[in-house]
């Protein structure tokens, strides 16, 4: 065995002694609702608790976790601990089984044992928001989260600025609110001087949240009602007359044929992968939307697509899972 064989067994023997190599990126953890608080009238702040909350990770503002509400027939999430989360999820007949959606963790406070979801209050029409309109505290979900405990990068984020980036944009809905706040919060934090330009569609002026900024942000919001727009109207409006784009011109057009996506099967999602710290775009909303203004920054403005990620978190009309 030579030098790098046996360290490398020596690694092994250590992890699956401590058990590392069985740990997984993302895990089951049991929590209850702790408290409500009503953001705006389609956003409310929900903070969960549960025993194992300090095990919980979140790498990024845009950290995603899926949540699990009861079951068609009324029963609370319970799925076990033990094995994969997931294919416990399947084997349930689906009058047993939970429905499953993605949100965003909008704050960890893993030594109270809280962590903060913002949800759309969008009706009654999925399970996730029928369960948030009549939740009150101590009702029961489960949540699929970072491990702490993992020992590499669980992924499950997709806001990764290039390093020392001179200028961001950021554009989405409500669904992405929780994100881009965060991501304008952790800016503020560490100021670095980039320019920042983020423009938020919303259902009403009274979701207009203050929210921290990096000094000189430019922050602009578009409440349908008021400017009387179809949802997605902002965000185009944002990506086709207002914000700040980088002059790439017609050499890229040539290069980025763009591939169709069938929106009403899957999310769009398309991530930057910079090769420059000149600009970094940040796209995610409603579906539709986010395809419109793709189409339009690299099909026809022929945009490096290098530096942008477009993400599709919901599609209207349709339930996906
Ligand atoms: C990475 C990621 C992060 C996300 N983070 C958040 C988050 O932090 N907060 C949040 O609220 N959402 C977030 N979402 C969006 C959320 O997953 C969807 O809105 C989801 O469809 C809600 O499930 P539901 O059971 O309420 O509705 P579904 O059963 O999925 O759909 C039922 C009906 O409701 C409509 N619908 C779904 N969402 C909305 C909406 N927002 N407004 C109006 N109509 C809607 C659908 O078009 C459909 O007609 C995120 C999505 C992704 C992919």
Known sequence: MTLA?????????????????????YRLFDVALKQRTVLGPSLARFVFTGPDVARMNTLAPDQRIKLLFPAPDGSPPRLP???????????????????????????????????????????????????????????????????????????????????GVRQILLIGDETALPAIAGILEALAERPCGQRVEAFIEVPHEEDCLPLRTPPGTRLHWFARDTLELGHGEGMARAARELATLPSWGEREKSLQPLENVDIEKQLPWELAKPTDNAFYAWVAGESAAIMAIRSHWVGELGLDRRALSFMGYWRLGRALE
């Open 5 to 25: 064989e046996t360290l490398a067994q020596n690694l092994r023997n250590l992890a699956q002694r401590t058990g590392l190599s069985r740990a997984s990126s």
């Open 81 to 163: 601990h033990e094995g994969d989360w997931h294919k416990s999820l399947r084997a349930l007949e689906p009058s047993h089984r939970p429905p499953m959606r993605t949100y965003t963790i909008r704050a960890l406070r893993g030594e109270a044992l809280e962590v903060d979801v913002d949800f759309v209050l969008h009706g009654e029409s999925g399970p996730a928001s029928a369960w948030v309109t009549h939740a009150r505290p101590g009702d029961r979900l489960q949540m699929v989260a970072p491990d702490a405990r993992y020992p590499a990068d669980p992924g499950g984020y997709e806001w990764r600025p290039p390093r």
